[in-house]
């Protein structure tokens, strides 16, 4: 028996989401007292050391081409044919684009229970996992339990802290069988959109984000200095991306991104509920607005009242001089 | 072409959450219900445009659950869909609903079929890779365009940070995110034909309970907001250090 643990590199790294997947897995594993395997594809020798200090075991390694784009239909048929070789009965994704698009799509070929999004550890009841996810966008939770014998669950990213350790995996090769797995989908081309500097938002820590109070896409410098000031990543709400004030890939709320990074910050975003449904998540939030009846400041844990364009600079040479002082 | 469009009946998104039964049921009474955003706005919508460009021949409206849901699916009927099915049953989770949706696809020959990108209620963003994985077809997953021509879909999808181009011969499961269509609104004409449009009851095929819920809790809110003073935003970042420990 094995927790079994999908892992994905992106722009070169290890996804920050797959290792807390690893970590989750290691606690699980430790509960049923059982061993974390870990499946990699196309990953080089840095990558899998980093999934060893994140607690894998063992880590089967996939080297082939057929991977590169990351087609859901391969990638279901390599992490089936692991779960059998490994006997694995607890399956582990983040729930992100390709644990959306993998983790169900095993779980129903399997005849296995999913929770999509879980934000907690399982509780073990005899043979059921009880596992809690957000639902009714983030008004509420659940706790759902799972009762097929074999398990699939899927992190909401930022929701587990990541511990290292010494460890180092077993690395085994691990050879596909694709024959029954030949995709029709074809990948013509991919645009990448954010810079490569940045983290994606899914994935971000820390979030400043702005709307229709900053009047125009001219205005964004001030916004763009505070998140660099931070190392955050920046984001926009709805209108702004219809707009085309800024790209639709950085609208959060509902219908966009939904994130829960540590900290978000909201400049003249009134706090419409669509979007709070995409940010409520996060651990903290503030928020600055010139208009003090602005709803979103029921839902901040700091507000400041004023104007962004006096404000926002003013923040950022706050954050460069506290910066300056720990380092 | 035949398009069926999965759609669930959904709490409208200003709902006020509420629990019974000691907080193992959400609490209907009241509450506005709605098809789930993703599944009108986007599948349906994009399904309809389809077949005004004499793409698709047929857009079918699934749905399951009981009978309480019908003024959700008249609402998509009024809005162009040809006709409905109606599986006569609660929509156990994502894997019960697939298998309704794979079994009746399968059975009756739909080609492409559009599910919104996750519903506003469970949030769980599954039904449309569990009912690939069940047909064994591919799946689009996040797109945000979508068109066919001949026997072919083309499509753009979300992936993290970027946007990726893809091209897959029919049949194909995708699911559909902001960006492919417009929201509409029925007018009189198609409230008026709606009436008349035939809705399938169909009983569902057998099942396994794979997960269930057994409680839910309202989120906790957040405590009320501490203001700081627009001079003291050196107070501020002292407040997300040493409090909120975020920086």
């Keep these: 028996m094995s927790v079994l643990v999908y892992t994905e590199i992106s722009k070169g790294k290890i996804k920050k989401s797959s290792l807390e997947a690893v970590n989750y897995g290691a606690k699980i594993a430790g509960m049923i007292g059982s061993d974390v395997v870990a499946i990699a594809f196309n990953a080089d020798d840095s990558h899998l050391s980093e999934i060893g200090k994140a607690g894998a075991k063992k880590i089967l390694s996939v080297k082939e081409n057929a991977f590169k784009n990351l087609d859901a239909v391969a990638l279901s048929s390599a992490i089936e044919q692991a779960q059998k070789a490994e006997n694995a009965q607890v399956i582990l994704f983040s729930f992100d684009a390709t644990g959306k698009s993998v983790a169900p799509r095993i779980a129903a070929r399997l005849k296995a229970g999913l929770v999509a999004g879980a934000t907690d550890y399982p509780v073990i009841n005899g043979n059921s996992f009880e596992v809690k996810k957000n639902v009714f966008s983030g008004k509420a939770t659940a706790i759902y339990s799972i009762h097929s014998a074999i398990k699939v669950i899927s992190l909401l990213p930022n929701s587990f802290p990541v511990q290292f350790s010494d460890n180092t995996a077993i690395v085994s090769d691990f050879s596909v069988n694709l024959d029954n797995a030949k995709s029709r989908l074809i990948v013509k081309e991919i645009k990448q959109l954010s810079s490569g500097e940045t983290v994606s938002l899914p994935e971000a820590e820390l979030v400043v984000s702005a709307g229709r109070g900053l009047k125009g896409p001219e205005n964004w410098g001030i916004i763009e200095d505070l998140a660099k000031s931070l190392g955050a990543t920046t984001a926009c709400s709805r209108p702004v991306a219809d707009m085309h004030w800024r790209p639709h890939h950085e609208h959060v709320g509902q219908t966009g991104v939904a994130i829960r990074p540590n900290l978000y910050i909201a400049v003249g975003i009134s706090g419409a509920i669509q979007h709070l449904a995409g940010v409520n998540g996060s651990k903290t939030i503030v928020v600055i607005n010139n208009d003090k009846e602005a709803p979103f400041f029921k839902s901040a844990d700091y507000g400041v009242v004023g104007d962004a364009f006096e404000i926002v600079p003013k923040l950022t040479s706050a954050i460069e001089k506290f910066k300056a002082g720990t380092n | ?247």
């Excluded at chain 2, 298998?99 to 080609?111: F, P, R, V």
């Design chain 2, 1 to 247: 072409m035949k398009i069926l469009v999965a759609i669930s009946n959904v709490p409208d998104t200003t709902t006020k959450i509420s629990f019974t039964n000691n907080d193992t049921e959400f609490n209907k009474s009241g509450v506005q219900f709605v098809i789930n955003p993703y599944d009108e706005w986007y599948a349906l919508v994009r399904a309809l445009e389809l077949k005004e460009s004499g793409k698709a021949s047929l857009v079918t409206l699934m749905h399951v659950g009981l009978a309480d849901s019908e003024a959700t699916i008249r609402k998509g009927l009024a809005l162009g869909a040809d006709d409905a099915v109606r599986v006569n049953a609660e929509s156990a989770d994502a894997y019960f609903v697939a298998e309704q949706i794979s079994s009746y696809a399968l059975a009756n020959g739909y080609e492409l079929i559009l599910v919104g990108k996750e519903t506003i209620n469970y949030n769980g963003s599954s039904v449309g890779a569990m009912v690939g994985g069940l047909m064994d077809l591919p799946l689009i997953s996040l797109a945000t365009k979508l068109d066919v021509n001949d026997n072919n879909v083309y499509a753009e999808q979300d992936a993290d940070g970027g946007i990726q181009v893809v091209e897959c011969s029919l049949p194909v499961v995708v699911s559909c995110a902001k960006g492919m269509a417009e929201q509409r609104i029925p007018n009189m004409r198609g409230i008026m034909a709606a009436r008349t449009k035939p809705i399938k009851v169909v009983e569902p095929g057998p099942s396994e309970k794979l997960t269930s819920i057994k409680s839910f809790a309202l989120s906790p809110g957040r405590t009320a907001c501490h203001y700081v003073d627009s001079n003291n935003l050196d107070e501020l970042v002292h407040l997300l250090h040493t409090q909120a420990k975020v920086i």
